[in-house]
């Protein structure tokens, strides 16, 4: 198989270069190229900035009658790029650079400039020493003068160097960083310290807690131990002295009892002082006495033995059931009653 590219020719043995006619073309002639712009340039024209390493198709020619130590020199064509106006400019063999031909100005090039102006000074000094022996005398004095500011400069530059050659750099750099290494330390102890400090105060304030919460579960234990005794203690009746402080409750329990029994007298009545209800009160007759028991109730009776329920609560403190005439029960008293009514109806 045949290689894709092939480089070597076959030249048959009867081969005679000299038999090939030769082209006759222009010195002149120019040719197409892909170069970048050699430096920053401005056209004329309209004005635009050619950045130095733009890149252009140009068309390159050989200058006629222009050598370098035979080099030739070549002038290269190109278009800006806004107005389209032609721009030229050839190498510079004797500067290793580019000399602008026309079409453009070029820009940033004041090292140029300067070695320029140096160049043209030197040159003058020279014209003006071969006429002048004074003038040659003058540059030397002045040049000598030059040297010795220069010698003395650099003198100062060395002292300046052996002084500091006799510092100890790595002494002073050894001593800061011992020094920052004990102040890492100390803050290191400063914080430890401070953190041994906050555990102790939230410790202690632990313990306080502790101890409070302990204190309120032990009053709240004998409070709670405390309350049944004060509930078993405490008078029954004492309910209806509510509203009055107990260090009068013992003296004026019998006042509030009689001021009671006095309102319901005041709106119902006493039974044996011929009042309204004294009518409804009927004496038993003797000969129900043996069947049954006496349920006679007389106004006195009934006052004295109120007068007595009352006498009894106030020395007792303790509610008791009231008891009747004789042992006898309220059945048995609406019986009394119920019977009283019915003796009396025959």
Not at 247 to 258: D, F, H, N
Request: charged share 35%.
């Amino acid at each position: 198989m045949s290689e894709r590219k092939v480089l070597n020719k076959y030249y048959p043995p009867d081969f005679d270069p000299s038999k090939i006619p030769k082209l006759k073309l222009p010195k002149d002639r120019q040719y197409v190229v892909r170069l970048m712009a050699p430096f920053n340039m401005r056209c004329k024209t309209c004005g635009e900035y050619i950045y130095k390493g733009k890149k252009f198709n140009a068309r390159k020619e050989t200058v006629q009658n222009e050598l370098y130590m035979g080099l030739p020199i070549f002038r290269f064509y190109i278009k800006c790029t806004r107005c389209l106006a032609e721009i030229t400019f050839k190498t510079d063999p004797e500067n290793t650079d580019y000399a602008m031909e026309h079409g453009a100005t070029r820009n940033f090039q004041a090292e140029k400039l300067i070695e320029e102006e140096e160049k043209r000074i030197q040159e003058e000094r020279e014209e003006e020493e071969l006429n002048n022996p004074m003038k040659v005398l003058e540059n030397r004095t002045k040049d000598s003068k030059m040297e010795m500011e220069v010698l003395e400069n650099l003198q100062e530059l060395k002292e300046l160097n052996q002084r500091q050659a006799q510092v100890d750099f790595e002494g002073m750099i050894g001593r800061y960083r011992e020094l920052e290494k004990r102040e890492k330390e100390k803050e290191k102890e400063e914080d430890e310290r401070e953190t041994k400090e906050m555990l102790d105060r939230a410790l202690v304030k632990r313990l306080r807690d502790s101890d409070s919460d302990s204190e309120k579960e032990e009053s709240s234990s004998s409070s709670s131990s405390s309350q049944p005794k004060k509930a078993i203690t405490d008078k029954p009746t004492d309910v209806l002295t509510t509203d009055i402080p107990r260090e009068a409750q013992g003296t004026s329990s019998g006042g509030v009892k009689r001021a009671k029994v006095e309102s319901w007298e005041r709106s119902v009545g006493t039974l044996g002082k011929g009042g309204a209800l004294g009518s409804l009160v009927v004496r038993k007759k003797p000969a129900a006495a043996v069947s049954k028991p006496s349920t006679v109730v007389t106004a006195s009776a009934s006052s004295s033995q109120t007068d007595s329920k009352t006498s009894s609560v106030e020395s007792n403190n303790v509610a008791k059931p009231v008891n009747t005439l004789n042992g006898s029960s309220s059945l048995s008293l609406l019986g009394a009653y119920s019977d009283s009514d019915s003796n009396e109806s025959e």
